[in-house]
């Protein structure tokens, strides 16, 4: 199937994600017909986008947890008709794409200010592996093979303190001259300011590299934390979180 025929129901959507998939990069595309495609889905990691005219044969391919981001008001009847009450409603938050608009003065600021308890260092394998051994930091690199792979395509940023690995930020999906960030931070560590300075670092880091660090939020808090680094709010998006 080519990935090109089924390309232009996504066009208009501003997602990183997508380009990452589109560009050859992650994740699957699964579409209608493959000759000629009018309904698509894009998979990369927990989240589908779905496209085109609304068929719920696609839903047939999700397994286990997904998010559910459907493109228009078609396919959210169609989600909530199929799955009913296994899918919950809820709002994401798209965020721009502005190149210019990041204070690298404020982040190196944020860096600064750490504790000096706290160490920054950017991934290496032992971080990596570090990453990959908890549930709570397990997205900072689960959708990269390996780390020669992870080596290869990606930057990482890791706050240690007293050699463990208690906050991260890495691409949970790379594109063509880009990433999408993820940020993780364990429980016990949180409301530290530990998530700004690794943002801060791994933006610097990013256009150091001539790389942007797209940003899309779960919820208002990684909102206020990406306006904190700098980007500003574009707009609300309906996702639906299903359920086994």
Same mark, same amino acid.
Not at 91 to 119: Q, S, T
Not at 180 to 191: C, L
Not at 203 to 224: F, G, N, Q, T
């Given at each position: 199937m080519s990935v ?26 699964i579409?209608?017909?493959s ?10 990691g927990d ?13 047939? +391919? ?5 998010l /559910?981001v459907?493109?228009? $008001? @078609? ?5 909530e008709?199929?799955? !009913? ?8 938050y798209?965020?721009?794409k ?6 690298r ?5 944020y860096?600064k ?10 991934f290496n ?7 990959? +051994?908890?549930?709570?930091s397990?997205? /900072?690199?689960?959708q990269? $093979? @390996? ?8 930057? !990482?940023?890791a706050?240690?303190?007293?050699g ?9 999906a ?8 993820e ?17 801060a670092k ?19 808090r990684?909102?206020s ?20």
């Amino acid at each position: 199937m080519s990935v090109e025929k089924a390309a232009t129901l996504f066009d208009g959507w501003n997602e990183a994600m997508i380009w990452s998939c589109l560009q050859g990069h992650m994740g699957n595309m699964i579409t209608d017909n493959s000759a000629k495609p009018t309904s698509a889905l894009i998979d990369v990691g927990d989240i589908c986008f779905f496209a085109g005219k609304p068929d719920s044969d696609l839903f047939q +391919s999700i397994v286990g947890f997904k998010l /559910l981001v459907p493109k228009d $008001k @078609d396919w959210e009847t169609q989600i909530e008709s199929y799955y !009913g009450k296994r899918a919950r409603k809820f709002l994401r938050y798209a965020i721009k794409k502005e190149p210019n608009v990041f204070d690298r003065g404020k982040l190196i600021e944020y860096i600064k200010a750490l504790d000096h308890c706290y160490e920054v260092k950017l991934f290496n394998e032992e971080i990596f592996q570090m990453a990959r +051994s908890e549930a709570w930091s397990v997205d /900072l690199c689960s959708q990269f $093979k @390996d780390y020669t792979d992870y080596q290869k395509r990606a930057i !990482g940023v890791a706050i240690l303190h007293k050699g463990k690995l208690v906050s991260g930020a890495s691409p949970y999906a790379v594109y063509n001259g880009g990433i999408e960030i993820e940020i993780d931070t364990k429980p016990e560590y949180r409301q530290k300011g530990l998530a700004t300075v690794c943002g801060a670092k791994l933006i610097l880091e990013c256009l150091e590299r001539k790389l942007y660090p797209s940003w899309d939020a779960h919820d208002m808090r990684s909102v206020s934390l990406a306006e904190k680094l700098g980007y500003h709010l574009d707009h609300s998006y309906v996702t639906y979180e299903l359920s086994d």
